[in-house]
């Protein structure tokens, strides 16, 4: 797993790759501080993804370089 890399699984597989994805991430400020920052979701361009029981997912900064996240939260819609 590399900075910024996320898999999502779930115990019931869709029906096909065919499903919506959407997702956040949230990084706390550097140095401690309270404000956070908004950082980029985007889905892994990985050979096989999405699978019907998973997704890959990347979190960058602004400026595209690759960050570990505070949070992340994944949603995934479609036909089981």
């Known amino acids: 797993i590399w900075t910024g890399d996320y898999t999502a699984t779930w115990n019931v597989d869709f029906s096909s790759v065919d499903y919506a994805i959407a997702g956040s991430a949230l990084r706390t400020k550097s140095g401690?501080?309270?404000?956070?920052q908004a950082a980029l979701f985007s889905l892994s361009e990985a050979a096989g993804n999405p699978a019907v029981?998973?997704?890959?997912?990347?979190?960058?900064?602004?400026?595209?370089t690759p960050i570990d996240?505070?949070?992340?939260?994944?949603?995934?819609?479609g036909d089981q």
């Not at 401690?32 to 956070?36: F, N, P």
């Not at 029981?53 to 595209?64: F, H, K």
């Not at 996240?69 to 819609?77: E, G, L, Q, T």
């Open 32 to 36: 401690g501080g309270t404000q956070a």
């Open 53 to 64: 029981g998973s997704t890959r997912v990347w979190v960058l900064a602004q400026d595209g």
């Open 69 to 77: 996240a505070d949070v992340v939260s994944i949603i995934c819609h």
